[in-house]
């Protein structure tokens, strides 16, 4: 069983338009994350849930909507796309927030967003 | 703020060649310290991970880490590298309680058969 799973895995689509992305964990974990890799491969955090609560927005474009519709599950939305969205996007998943072996994270696949 | 430097953008080794990519962070209080690997196309996998205790840890596919308190350093090294090793390796710093991971810029590793 995937632990962590991300639809889709490749998204190709237009400038202008509305695209999602969703992620669901299996672990029972109580803490999601949206993480973007750049064409750089530079990876950084985006946003962090806990128990269906907003902890970390980093500083993203508001284009950019996290929903949490249950602790299973984080999906993004992405209105208006740009150029510069284009980069593979990471869910993660996690039992909480704090420092320990037990928080460790738990990585998606991964959705590889084509914007043309 | 918390930072990740890894010293080595792109390392090119032949097999058998010993391995040892470098890893600085900058953070004031406790952290948790991991490495992780990416296959060419493939998802983030988690190579070895230090949470507390003894700092030399072992890790998958024959890896292993310092950390070095004194340094702020968590060197990851592998005493005899495959062509199968060849892939895109990240150190990231867990400070806090917020859960957020800070990555380095990544090393690309090449293995030359």
């Known amino acids: 069983d995937t632990a962590v799973s991300q639809t889709p895995k490749y998204l190709v689509t237009q400038m202008g338009n509305d695209k999602s992305i969703k992620c669901e964990q299996n672990l029972g974990h109580d803490t999601m994350y949206w993480y973007k890799q750049d064409s750089k491969k530079f990876l950084k955090i985006m946003f962090s849930?806990?128990?269906?609560?907003?902890?970390i927005n980093e500083t993203v474009p508001n284009r950019f909507s996290p929903k949490s519709p249950d602790k299973a599950h984080l999906n993004l939305h992405i209105n208006s796309l740009e150029l510069g969205d284009s980069a593979v996007y990471f869910c993660?998943?996690?039992?909480?927030?704090?420092?320990?072996?037990?928080?460790?994270?738990?990585f998606g696949p991964g959705t590889r967003l084509t914007v043309l | 703020a918390q930072s990740v430097s890894q010293h080595n953008h792109h390392v090119i080794l032949s097999e058998a060649a010993s391995l040892e990519l470098g890893c600085n962070y900058s953070y004031g209080g406790t952290v948790n310290l991991f490495w992780y690997v990416q296959y060419p196309g493939q998802h983030l996998q988690l190579l070895l991970k230090?949470?507390?205790?003894?700092?030399l840890v072992k890790g998958i596919k024959g890896f292993e880490a310092e950390f070095i308190k004194s340094k702020f350093s968590f060197n990851l090294r592998k005493p005899s590298v495959q062509w199968s090793d060849t892939a895109e390796y990240f150190c990231?710093?867990?400070?806090?309680?917020?859960?957020?991971?800070?990555f380095g810029q990544g090393t690309t590793l090449q293995v030359k058969p």
């Open positions: 230090y949470f507390s205790g003894d700092p």
């Open positions: 993660a998943s996690s039992q909480g927030l704090g420092q320990g072996s037990y928080n460790e994270q738990f």
């Open positions: 990231a710093v867990k400070g806090g309680n917020t859960g957020k991971l800070i």
């Open positions: 849930y806990n128990n269906k609560e907003l902890i």
